[in-house]
């Protein structure tokens, strides 16, 4: 299984951008996908989740601003970024909790991860 992220670049602020994550491979189930982001010096945090079923939950920094969606037929989770600001500046890694073919319990993969920076 992997999770292919995509869509991350330069920005000024105020800017939007439009994230993308898609996974592949032996996949029976998707359950909850989510994007996190990791800034310089810093841990990687939760910006937002989505259940199978479509609904999210927002990091505080991203509500109002974010808005995370997904495609179950084509395994892919979303991430629209509107009136970004420098502080948005990271890099923005997706999961998602996996059920594969064949397995008996779930597991969280991850994304490789891509990076936005945003310019005051």
């Known amino acids: 299984v992997q999770l292919q992220a995509s869509g991350g670049g330069l920005v000024q602020a105020g800017g939007s951008l439009r994230l993308s994550c898609a996974a592949s491979?032996?996949?029976?189930?998707?359950?909850?996908m989510g994007w996190y982001r990791q800034a310089p010096g810093k841990q990687r945090e939760l910006v937002a989740s989505i259940t199978s079923t479509g609904r999210g939950t927002y990091a505080d920094s991203a509500k109002g601003r974010f808005t995370i969606s997904r495609d179950n037929a084509k395994k892919s989770v979303y991430l629209q970024m509107n009136n970004l600001m420098p502080e948005d500046t990271a890099v923005y890694y997706c999961?998602?909790?996996?059920?594969?073919?064949?397995?008996?319990?779930?597991?969280?993969?991850w994304g490789q991860g891509t990076l936005v920076t945003v310019s005051s």
């Open positions: 491979g032996s996949i029976s189930s998707i359950y909850d």
């Open positions: 999961n998602a909790d996996i059920f594969r073919v064949g397995r008996i319990m779930r597991q969280i993969y």
